[in-house]
């Protein structure tokens, strides 16, 4: 799978990351979590995203960790904490939950307003614990994460507020079909690129979201599930100026993923357009910024 330097970060990821939102239900198998990591292991992957509030997700991932940092995995972790106590708390869980003592990347994670932003960069705020845990040596480098219509300007203006070495962020063919988000992610992605800051894109699957239809598979938008679609659909996102995608949270769908990832190809400006010209999300997802399109 093809590599990429994680901005200023001494790393170079894989262009798609393992994202353990998907391996946390407590109803999964520790053996379907095991086949999980094998898949990801076999198609070249070296980069976990990971958070405690992914439900069991760092007790299933701990007895894959001695393995997967002597193989040189990039461990990224998360708290949802807005308060330095907080934080504290989320990280001492993370090491006792996981196992390991140390992190490669520390986030400040779903970042979802303007509001959020202040909380956790206030004095007492959860960046401070951030802040500390770095000067510990617990965590090489520090990010910021959101979910929502707002994510790329409140990265924005929190690249504005601290040096952060990385963001993370949806990006997908569907979502840019709001021009609103379209303008606020290109704006984020210039900075990006600008300031050397790795970019992590989130919801590389997403078409729209379920409405009042049923919830046919684990993601809490609905995904593209055909080969062909989830090959444009992650080539699209692998053609914007990003380094790496953290894996969808439906199971099923990783070896699907990987496939694509390991024959991607960057698209040519017509083929990106063409990409965006077939998104007809079945439902609009708000929380995604996914409109709907007659």
């Known amino acids: 799978m093809q590599r990429r330097k994680l901005g200023r970060i001494d790393h170079r990821s894989s262009i798609v990351t393992l994202g353990a939102a998907g391996l946390g239900r407590q109803d999964l198998p520790q053996a379907v979590v095991d086949t999980a990591v094998q898949q990801a292991l076999a198609a070249g992957v070296n980069h976990l995203d990971i958070a405690p509030t ?9 007895p894959w960790m001695p393995r997967l940092l002597d193989e040189g995995w990039f461990i990224g972790a998360k708290t949802r904490g807005r308060t330095r106590e907080e934080a504290w708390d989320n990280i ?21 307003d303007f509001d959020d932003l202040d909380q956790v960069t206030q ?32 990265q924005l203006e929190a690249l504005n507020r601290f040096d952060f ?7 997908a063919a ?38 009042d239809g049923p919830q046919e598979l684990s993601c809490w938008y609905d995904p593209h599930r ?4 989830i090959d444009q659909a992650l080539w699209w996102v692998l053609s914007q100026p990003v380094h790496t995608a953290p894996s ?15 024959r991607f190809r960057p698209l ?22 996914i409109p709907a399109v007659a």
Not at 137 to 150: A, S
Request: glycine share 8%; aromatic share 6%; charged share 15%.
């Open 226 to 229: 055909e080969q062909p679609q």
């Open 54 to 62: 992914y439900g069991n997700a760092m007790e299933h991932m701990a």
């Open 123 to 154: 004095p007492g705020g959860a960046l401070e614990a951030l802040v500390e845990m770095r000067d510990q040596g617990l965590t090489r480098y520090i990010g910021i994460t959101g979910h929502g219509p707002l994510a790329p300007a409140v």
């Open 92 to 112: 001492r869980s993370c090491q006792q939950r996981l196992g390991v003592e140390t992190f490669h990347l520390f986030q400040l994670h779903s970042v979802v």
């Open 268 to 289: 040519t400006p017509a083929q990106q357009s063409a990409a965006l010209a077939t998104q007809h999300p079945p439902r609009p997802e708000p929380r995604l910024a």
């Open 248 to 262: 969808t949270g439906e199971t099923t769908l990783l070896p699907r993923i990987f496939s694509a990832a390991n």
């Open 174 to 211: 569907a979502i840019y079909l709001n021009p609103d988000y379209r303008r606020d992610a290109q704006a984020l992605l210039a900075a990006c690129r600008e300031r050397n800051v790795g970019v992590q894109t989130i919801k590389m699957l997403a078409r729209g979201g379920w409405g």
């Open 165 to 171: 070495d990385t963001v993370m962020f949806p990006l």
